[in-house]
């Protein structure tokens, strides 16, 4: 039973998301192919990563990486920022334009945690976030996400 509530939040959260896309379609041309929407999914994931960090959480080398990223700069939804402490590096920024797009996805989560929060008491939704904690910190060690104070750590473009 867990198991299915699990994939029945995630499906829907999924399905949500693909419905506010499509419906954008209407209007305009896509101009994200599926894979470079996963790319820019990653990217935010994983804070303003430097092209090696994105290219060793997907696995992938790191030529086919940048030929990846460098079509996204091209259609203005990354800008690639050097480091202020390696000048060797880049970080990678969402654009505006992507952010935008983006936030089709984050405005549902948040209408969702409103929800659970006039639906649930105080203490619940403490439980609830404590095991939301769990599952993301011990239960899925596969998937390394950064710390608020890393992604702070370069500036904003």
Do not use: W
Not at 24 to 38: C, G, I, M, Q, Y
Not at 74 to 103: A, F, M, N
């Amino acid at each position: 039973m867990l198991d299915q509530a699990f994939q029945q939040v995630y499906t829907k959260f999924k399905l949500h998301f693909y419905q506010q896309v499509f419906s954008k379609f209407e209007n305009r041309e896509a101009t994200l192919t599926t894979v470079e929407s996963f790319c820019m999914e990653v990217i935010m994931a994983l804070g303003h990563p430097t092209i090696a960090e994105f290219s060793n959480m997907m696995h992938l080398s790191t030529p086919n990486a940048a030929y990846k990223i460098n079509n996204l700069v091209k259609k203005g939804y990354v800008e690639k920022v050097q480091s202020r402490t390696d000048k060797r590096e880049y970080h990678l920024y969402p654009t505006r334009k992507y952010i935008e797009y983006y936030s089709i996805s984050y405005a549902y989560l948040q209408k969702v945690v409103d929800r659970a929060k006039q639906r649930f008491a105080p203490e619940e939704l403490q439980k609830l976030e404590e095991m939301l904690r769990v599952v993301s910190a011990e239960l899925m060690p596969e998937i390394q996400l950064p710390d608020s104070a890393a992604e702070a750590a370069e500036p904003q473009p």
